[in-house]
C-alpha cells in the first residue's frame, strides 16, 4: 500500500533533510476533472454558505454539492404534514448558480427521524407505517424533480456484520421496503440516479459481500437502482482498501458507483506521519475511482476540519478534511488534486 511504503520511507530518512513540501496547482479539483467527466463535490453545511470565504471556496472547487443535513427526514418533515424546505432550496439554489449538480441525501435512513415518527411507529400497522414512508419519498423527490442529479435513496442499510439493519423499517416492513423506496422514488422523478449508499464497503468483507449480493439480486428483479455510494470514511490507523476491485464488481452489474463521503480521520494531534498516511489514502481512493468508468462522483463529507463530524464521534481524532480550520488546503488536499491530475490522463471517459 501507498501508505504503508510512504510510513517506512519516513522511518528512514531521519538524516536526511526535509523536502520540500508539494505545492497546489492553480486549477481547482472540478476544472481537472472535467477532463475525464468526473464530477468532485462536498457535502455543505448550508448555515455556513453565508460565510462568503467558504461559499467562494465551494462554488470554485466542486461541481457537485451534497446537503450534510438539510434534505433529511427530520430536517424537511419536523412536524407531519408540514415541510421546510427552506435549507435544502439554499442550496439548490447555490448550486444551480455555481453551475454545479447535487446529491440529494438522503430520503431513508435508520437516524435523524423526525420525532413524531419515531414516536408514532411502535403503534403503527405495516400498511399504515409503508403509506407514511411512500408519502415521504415521493413529497420530497416530487419537490425537488429535474433538480437532483443523484439521490441516496436508502442510506446504511446493512450493519457491521452483513445483516439488514434492525430499525423500525425492517422490524416492521421487512427487507422488501428498500426496493420500494427504489420503485416510489424513481416514479416521482425518472430522470434521477437512485443510489443504495453505506460505509465500511471498501473492501472486502462479511457487509461487503452481503451488500454486494443484495444489489445483485435488486438488479436481478428490476428494481429501479442505478448505483451504489462508497461512503469511504477512512482512518489512518487501518489504511489498507481496496475499492477499485469492489467497485469493479459493481459496475459488472451494469450500475453506477459514487465515492459520497470521503474523509481520512486520524488520532490528534495528527502526526507528520499520519498526514502522509492520509495523503496517500485520499489519494488512492481518487485513483481508484478514476480508473472505473461507472464511478461517476467522488465527494468529500464536509470541506474543513472545522465542520468535521469526526472529533465528536471519535474524541481524541480528527484532521479529516483537506482544508484547515481556516479554510487553507493541507497537504491531504494537494494530494488529492495530483492524483486527479495523474489519473485524468488516462482514465476512460465517463458520459456526461
Same mark, same amino acid.
Given at each position: 500500500?501507498?501508505?504503508?511504503?510512504?510510513?517506512?520511507?519516513?522511518?528512514?530518512?531521519?538524516?536526511?533533510?526535509?523536502?520540500?513540501?508539494?505545492?497546489?496547482?492553480?486549477?481547482?479539483?472540478?476544472?481537472?476533472?472535467?477532463?475525464?467527466?468526473?464530477?468532485?463535490?462536498?457535502?455543505?453545511?448550508?448555515?455556513?454558505?453565508?460565510?462568503?470565504?467558504?461559499?467562494?471556496?465551494?462554488?470554485?472547487?466542486?461541481?457537485?454539492?451534497?446537503?450534510?443535513?438539510?434534505?433529511?427526514?427530520?430536517?424537511?418533515?419536523?412536524?407531519?404534514?408540514?415541510?421546510?424546505?427552506?435549507?435544502?432550496?439554499?442550496?439548490?439554489?447555490?448550486?444551480?448558480?455555481?453551475?454545479?449538480?447535487?446529491?440529494?441525501?438522503?430520503?431513508?435512513?435508520?437516524?435523524?427521524?423526525?420525532?413524531?415518527?419515531?414516536?408514532?411507529?411502535?403503534?403503527?400497522?405495516?400498511?399504515?407505517?409503508?403509506?407514511?414512508?411512500?408519502?415521504?419519498?415521493?413529497?420530497?423527490?416530487?419537490?425537488?424533480?429535474?433538480?437532483?442529479? /443523484?439521490?441516496?435513496?436508502? &442510506?446504511?442499510?446493512?450493519?457491521?456484520?452483513?445483516?439488514?439493519?434492525?430499525?423500525?423499517?425492517?422490524?416492521?416492513?421487512?427487507?422488501?421496503?428498500?426496493?420500494?423506496?427504489?420503485?416510489?422514488?424513481?416514479?416521482?422523478?425518472?430522470?434521477?440516479?437512485?443510489?443504495? &449508499?453505506?460505509?465500511?464497503?471498501?473492501?472486502?468483507?462479511?457487509?461487503?459481500?452481503?451488500?454486494?449480493?443484495?444489489?445483485?439480486?435488486?438488479?436481478?428483479?428490476?428494481?429501479?437502482?442505478?448505483?451504489?455510494?462508497?461512503?469511504?470514511?477512512?482512518?489512518?490507523?487501518?489504511?489498507?482498501?481496496?475499492?477499485?476491485?469492489?467497485?469493479?464488481?459493481?459496475?459488472?452489474?451494469?450500475?453506477?458507483?459514487?465515492?459520497?463521503?470521503?474523509?481520512?480521520?486520524?488520532?490528534?494531534?495528527?502526526?507528520?506521519?499520519?498526514?502522509?498516511?492520509?495523503?496517500?489514502?485520499?489519494?488512492?481512493?481518487?485513483?481508484?475511482?478514476?480508473?472505473?468508468? /461507472?464511478?461517476?462522483?467522488?465527494?468529500?463529507?464536509?470541506?474543513?476540519?472545522?465542520?468535521?463530524?469526526?472529533?465528536?464521534?471519535?474524541?481524541?481524532?480528527g484532521g479529516a478534511t483537506l482544508y484547515d480550520d481556516e479554510l487553507k488546503p493541507k497537504?491531504?488536499?494537494?494530494?488529492?488534486?495530483?492524483?486527479?491530475?495523474?489519473?485524468?490522463?488516462?482514465?476512460p471517459p465517463r458520459s456526461k
Amino acid at each position: 500500500m501507498l501508505a504503508v511504503a510512504a510510513l517506512a520511507g519516513l522511518a528512514g530518512c531521519t538524516s536526511q533533510p526535509a523536502a520540500t513540501a508539494p505545492q497546489a496547482s492553480a486549477a481547482p479539483l472540478r476544472t481537472i476533472a472535467e477532463k475525464s467527466g468526473l464530477r468532485v463535490g462536498v457535502a455543505v453545511d448550508t448555515d455556513r454558505l453565508s460565510d462568503s470565504a467558504y461559499a467562494k471556496l465551494t462554488a470554485q472547487q466542486f461541481s457537485t454539492v451534497t446537503p450534510e443535513n438539510a434534505m433529511k427526514w427530520e430536517v424537511v418533515e419536523p412536524k407531519q404534514g408540514q415541510y421546510d424546505w427552506s435549507a435544502a432550496d439554499k442550496l439548490v439554489d447555490f448550486a444551480q448558480a455555481h453551475g454545479q449538480l447535487v446529491r440529494g441525501h438522503n430520503l431513508v435512513w435508520y437516524s435523524q427521524l423526525p420525532q413524531w415518527l419515531t414516536d408514532e411507529a411502535p403503534s403503527l400497522t405495516a400498511d399504515q407505517l409503508s403509506a407514511i414512508l411512500q408519502k415521504h419519498i415521493t413529497d420530497e423527490v416530487t419537490h425537488f424533480t429535474g433538480k437532483i442529479w /443523484q439521490w441516496d435513496v436508502v &442510506n446504511e442499510a446493512f450493519d457491521d456484520s452483513g445483516n439488514l439493519r434492525d430499525n423500525i423499517w425492517i422490524e416492521k416492513l421487512g427487507p422488501d421496503y428498500i426496493a420500494d423506496a427504489f420503485r416510489w422514488a424513481h416514479a416521482a422523478d425518472p430522470d434521477a440516479k437512485l443510489f443504495l &449508499n453505506d460505509y465500511g464497503i471498501e473492501t472486502d468483507g462479511l457487509k461487503s459481500q452481503a451488500e454486494y449480493d443484495f444489489v445483485k439480486q435488486l438488479v436481478a428483479q428490476g428494481v429501479p437502482i442505478d448505483g451504489v455510494g462508497f461512503e469511504t470514511h477512512l482512518d489512518a490507523d487501518d489504511p489498507e482498501q481496496d475499492l477499485q476491485t469492489v467497485m469493479t464488481q459493481y459496475a459488472k452489474l451494469g450500475i453506477d458507483v459514487a465515492i459520497t463521503e470521503a474523509d481520512v480521520k486520524a488520532r490528534t494531534p495528527v502526526s507528520k506521519i499520519d498526514k502522509t498516511i492520509q495523503s496517500s489514502m485520499f489519494a488512492d481512493s481518487m485513483s481508484a475511482c478514476l480508473a472505473v468508468k /461507472q464511478c461517476i462522483s467522488y465527494t468529500l463529507w464536509d470541506l474543513d476540519d472545522k465542520d468535521s463530524w469526526i472529533p465528536q464521534y471519535f474524541p481524541g481524532e480528527g484532521g479529516a478534511t483537506l482544508y484547515d480550520d481556516e479554510l487553507k488546503p493541507k497537504p491531504q488536499y494537494v494530494a488529492l488534486q495530483q492524483a486527479l491530475a495523474k489519473g485524468v490522463k488516462t482514465a476512460p471517459p465517463r458520459s456526461k
